[in-house]
């Protein structure tokens, strides 16, 4: 049943996403995406149009004079056309590419995109631009350019992307495009090759209202030795050890140097419960946006006080990190996270990035969520990755106050429709303890 159910989702999927490339692209544009009816794609620019205009009226004219003169102008131009057309086409052949980019890029910025390019022919290539090519409305793309290519020679086009909203995006392939050698007509060839990107979500500022956050979260024990505060025994001296740390009186008594060794500090785990519903009577996912960049400010500002910080969605968690190296990796993945985060009452856009499957089985969660809401259930949380004893940050939208999760938080942040914090307030007197 659940597998039939899945199939008639997948088959109304497919059919809005026809509708919708009837409405972006049209018939003509359709068709002329096929490799298979057009293995290269032409657009005349405004020069060629006024080449083409004068080769007609070249023609026109000297058919009804009979003027030999007017035949040789018209031999000529429709001769200057077929030289652009063949020497565009030595251009397109044989060209390799690789992309040498990461899948993340993040949403509302310009990031750089670095193909290589290797010309494989015993002829050079000449005015070459290549990038991605996509059908979404939300995504900015700039291709690279080349303007020599010597035969075998490997170069590299810097084009660029600027994703208008965050979330998982499908390219269609490589377009590589020439205008040699007299800009007539711009030649095109498309590199079937389509690949899954991903718009991160922003990094809002998110101000908490106390100080010394990393005080009130809660601890897990630790076993290791570190620069802690915690007595943890007694070692031989070795090099490097601060003079500090040396026991004098125990060094005296054994006649050799004896250093004192610390625990570790215990990492404080804050745990972030994000319940991303609906704020208002919209299915635009994007409404999600703001809302997800005030979620990553949050967790960033965590981070910034030296907490482990975990996050819950209704899709999944991702297992609490601290910063220890300084270069924002667990926030990484926390916007990872967020990109692909819908609706959770909501079913998904047809046009969300991801694989049939996997789009089926999350419309058929939010259903069933959209069901528990209208019959005033909880929400219940999928299981953690990582079970640990934390303070619960919950990021509710104050448009839905129906909206009911199992648990009690520790910080309730509320959000208004737009996504900015609207109030952060403390539930629970939580006290940092051993866990």
């Not at 949403?107 to 631009?129: F, Q, S, Y």
């Not at 350019?145 to 998982?168: D, M, S, V």
């Not at 519903?277 to 990553?296: E, H, I, K, S």
Request: with cysteine.
């Amino acid at each position: 049943m659940a597998q039939s159910t899945q199939q008639i989702l997948i088959a109304e999927r497919n059919r809005e996403l026809s509708a919708l490339a009837r409405q972006r692209l049209g018939f003509w544009r359709r068709m002329g995406r096929s490799n298979r009816l057009f293995p290269r794609k032409l657009v005349v620019t405004r020069e060629g149009k006024w080449i083409i205009g004068i080769t007609l009226l070249l023609g026109a004219a000297a058919v009804n004079t009979g003027n030999n003169l007017l035949y040789l102008l018209l031999s000529l131009a429709i001769s200057i056309i077929s030289i652009s057309g063949i020497l565009s086409e030595l251009c397109l052949r044989d060209l390799e590419l690789t992309r040498c980019y990461p899948a993340d890029v993040p949403a509302g910025e310009v990031t750089t995109l670095r193909l290589e390019v290797l010309n494989a022919k015993n002829r050079g290539a000449l005015h070459i631009e290549a990038g991605e090519l996509t059908d979404s409305p939300t995504v900015l793309l700039r291709p690279g350019y080349l303007l020599h290519l010597a035969p075998h020679e490997r170069g590299q086009a810097f084009g660029a992307i600027k994703p208008l909203r965050r979330g998982p995006l499908a390219t269609v392939g490589l377009l590589v495009t020439t205008a040699y050698p007299f800009g007539f007509a711009r030649k095109s060839r498309l590199y079937e090759a389509p690949v899954r990107l991903l718009a991160l979500a922003g990094v809002a500022d998110v101000h908490l209202p106390w100080r010394g956050a990393a005080q009130r979260g809660a601890q897990h024990t630790s076993t290791r030795a570190g620069q802690g505060d915690a007595f943890r025994g007694l070692r031989d001296a070795r090099a490097g050890d601060a003079m500090r740390d040396i026991h004098w009186k125990v060094s005296a008594r054994r006649d050799r140097l004896v250093a004192r060794e610390w625990e570790a500090d215990a990492a404080r785990v804050a745990l972030v419960r994000f319940v991303h519903v609906a704020p208002g009577p919209t299915n635009d996912v994007a409404t999600l946006d703001r809302a997800c960049a005030t979620v990553a400010g949050l967790c960033a500002a965590l981070l910034q006080d030296g907490l482990a910080v975990g996050l819950q969605t209704l899709q999944g968690d991702v297992p609490p990190m601290v910063d220890a190296t300084g270069l924002g990796d667990a926030l990484q993945r926390m916007r990872e996270h967020l990109a692909q985060l819908v609706l959770a009452d909501r079913r998904p856009p047809a046009d969300w990035a991801i694989p049939d499957a996997e789009w089926a089985t999350l419309a058929l969660a939010c259903e069933t969520r959209a069901a528990q809401i209208a019959r005033g259930e909880p929400l219940t949380w999928p299981p953690l990755t990582a079970m640990v004893k934390a303070e619960l940050f919950l990021v509710t939208f104050q448009s839905r106050p129906e909206v009911m999760g199992d648990g009690v938080p520790d910080v309730r942040v509320t959000l208004d429709q737009a996504g900015d914090v609207q109030s952060i307030a403390r539930m629970t007197d939580f006290k940092a303890g051993a866990a």
